[in-house]
């Protein structure tokens, strides 16, 4: 492949999140381009390896305001674009999209920054919500692209005149390597296996989904398997005493800080996902992409992934007997429909939101 004499940079608060995320983007990218990825270390650091890429360490501090820690960081930042020169930057989650932004009034380089979602301090109360309006607000000024993942974030940015008809694109989630994330197999299994893959923070739901596992009558053959990350440096968090009450509930198993995904995609019946916000959620693409039904929270992120009854079920955000209801229905639907609407799961998933469509529209922005 042609190499383009440009360099990128590729910004997010954790290489986990890069990792996660990104990975495919990055591998493509770096045949074509000077690739540096920039973020917080964690374990996933050294899993890019084998990429032609240089890494960068630097610590956002996610998930916390601190204005003096906050002035170092857009002083070390300035550091390494004078001195690395990049040519455009790809900004994802909230604290590179905003703060890098914010360094463009020094440089001539290119900004393309993704909403990923509005994150948990933007969730958290009235207060951090207007803090962040007004950052992402005065940020924006001059970025060269903002990308969305779903249509209800673009048209609160263009509503709050942070972004602009002209500037804003939808491109819908961070790819589904579809190749990966596939089967021919649906379980036998009588029992209903009901699947959660997220972070065990409170914004994704799980004390609720918990409650209204609670509340099914014991007699009903099912079981949950809730497969979570912790993050201890996270404020939402849920608490040591809610993961011991989970491990003690029955009919339900909880696996921690796995990443191997897929065997529990293809041991499940289908996925819930109880978040209150996504940008577009990936476990809920993967799931599709395994040809699994999902049931979903009535909200941006999730809803743009399910036809109702048709590969999926809505419930009402935070409603207990909503989510209860969608669980005795899906429960009780024989297994031929719940295989005709995972079948749907893949062909929209493969059709819309596979890795190969992804890519080529970064590319073409890139371009």
Known sequence: MKKINKKIFIISNSYWNLYNFRYELIKKLSYSYDITLLGNYDKTYDLFKGLNCRKIVINFQKNKINLIYDFKLLYNLYKIFKKSKPDILLNYTIKPVIYCSFLQIFFDFKVINTITGLGT???????????????????????????????????????????????????????????????????????????FVGRLIKEKGVIELCNAFKSLNPNIKFKLTIVGLTDKKNPADVSDIVLENIKEMKNVSIVLNEYDIKKYYENCHCLILPSYREGLSKSCLEAMSMSRPIIVNNVPGCRDLVFNE????????????????????FINISTEDKIKMGKFSRKYATEYFSSKIILNKYEEILL
Do not use: A, H, R, W
Request: positive net charge.
């Open 121 to 195: 301090l933007y969730l958290k109360n009235k207060l951090l919500k207007k803090i962040f309006i007004n950052l992402y607000y005065f940020s924006q000024k001059k970025v060269n692209k903002i990308i969305f993942q779903n249509i209800d974030d673009k048209k609160l940015f263009n509503d709050l005149k942070i972004s602009n008809k002209k500037n804003s694109i939808v491109i819908p989630g961070s790819g589904i390597n579809t190749e990966y994330f596939k089967t021919n197999l649906y379980p036998s299994k009588k029992i209903t296996n009901f699947l």
């Open 310 to 329: 048709t590969n999926g079920l809505i419930f009402n955000l935070k409603n207990i007997n909503d989510i209860t209801n969608k669980i005795k229905y």
